[in-house]
């Protein structure tokens, strides 16, 4: 079903009957912005919603091992809970997600100065990143895409930069993102998705299991800004590269920040897809791959929850409520010449493709 009333953005002429894309209002903003929020549905009942403040995911229902749905991500009922929340559920982070450290770099010879806030670093994207945008949004076969162009200086960065996110949900039950990006000027570029899955649908996620395709990580410092080594994972809780639940080693990791949020060099073969993480909650047999394009993985266990900030259903989400699993270039990349580059220029199209893939697993 397709419903286009009222739609921002949307193709010439009448849609393909084969959409199965539902819009509605979301709210408005302060400064009179109406927001619209999508709800994708595939063959099978999976369903995923999408909004145009942040190209944000807010829910995500997947069935369990016996075909009972649940919301696997956290997200929030109302616009307002988006715009107050410090969190970023479910967001696009951009232009540079993750880290920059003290807010500066030097791209071409010329420093460029961006909002600390985190402090005394800048955190995805600064104090009005591409999270806390409202995107322009068209109904695409299965999916929805947003656009968002950011002007030159926005945030401190150089250049107009064209942004696109494509979600796309499969009949084969994969939650597809595509990001593509087009620059004026040379610019630093990262993007990724900020949601936190639980799989079980409510409590924490500290008993699922999870493997994550890295044997190494970059170590960082006191404000988790990477030094620039990269540096084994054996030996260290952050070994995932055989499968075992999240809290088994957690406790190791409360001095240095309170639980995890680190950025996993993944093991990759080619530029391709690649299987970047694997979660599986037993009780439920409900089973996440991660497969991406991106270099490495922000690993972090939502450390900051509270519950204070209820989400759908009411449920409030105490601290490990979800865990991120973030594919994206390594944080503060742009200090970095031994990690992967992050700047785009112009003539160049940054491209970007993670598949969340859920099935699910017998008892047994």
């Known amino acids: 079903m397709l419903t286009l009333s009222g ?33 994708i549905t595939n063959a099978r009942g999976m369903s995923a919603k999408v909004t145009e403040y942040g190209a944000t995911l807010t829910e995500l229902w997947v069935p369990d091992r016996d075909g009972k749905l649940a919301d696997v991500v956290l997200g929030y009922p109302r616009l307002e809970d988006y715009v107050a929340a410090p969190f970023y559920l479910g967001a696009t982070l951009g232009r540079v997600a993750n880290r ?24 995805h994207g600064g104090a009005r990143g591409f999270d806390k945008r409202v995107w322009n949004s068209t109904p695409r076969a299965n999916g929805v895409e947003f656009s968002y162009t950011s002007p030159d200086g926005e945030e401190g960065y150089p250049g107009t930069l064209e942004t696109r996110v494509l979600y796309t949900l499969t009949d084969a039950n994969e939650l597809r993102i595509e990001y593509t990006a087009t620059t004026a000027k040379p610019t630093p570029v990262n993007f ?59 406790e190791e990791m409360r001095k240095a920040s ?25 009780l439920s047999g409900r089973v996440l791959e991660i497969w991406t394009t991106e270099p490495g993985l922000q690993f972090f266990t939502g450390n900051r929850f509270d519950g204070s900030f209820p989400g759908v259903g009411g449920v409030k989400y105490e601290q490990h409520a979800g865990v991120a699993l973030e594919p994206q270039h390594f944080p503060d990349a742009i200090h970095h010449p031994n990690f992967p580059p992050i700047v785009l220029r112009p003539g160049e199209t940054f491209r970007s493709t993670t598949i969340y893939r859920f099935t699910t697993r017998s008892h047994g």
């Open 7 to 39: 739609c921002r953005a949307h193709s010439a002429g009448h849609p393909p009957p084969d959409l199965h894309v539902d819009v509605r209002p979301f709210g408005r903003l302060d400064d009179g912005s109406n927001v619209r929020i999508y709800t």
């Open 100 to 123: 920059i450290a003290n807010g500066k770099f030097v791209l071409d010879g010329k420093t460029y100065t961006l909002a600390t806030n985190r402090a005394p670093n800048h955190l």
């Open 192 to 250: 990724t998705n900020h949601s936190f899955f639980n799989l079980a649908g409510s409590g924490t996620m500290l008993g699922e299991v999870l493997m994550i395709n890295a044997s190494h990580f970059t170590p960082g410092n006191a404000s988790l800004v990477p030094t620039g080594e990269i540096a084994p994972v054996a030996g260290t809780p952050l070994d995932f590269t055989h499968a075992r639940k999240i809290g088994s080693r957690i």
């Open 258 to 282: 309170n639980g995890y949020d680190h950025n996993l060099v993944l093991d990759r073969r080619g530029g391709g897809l690649s299987l970047a993480a694997r979660l599986e909650d037993e």
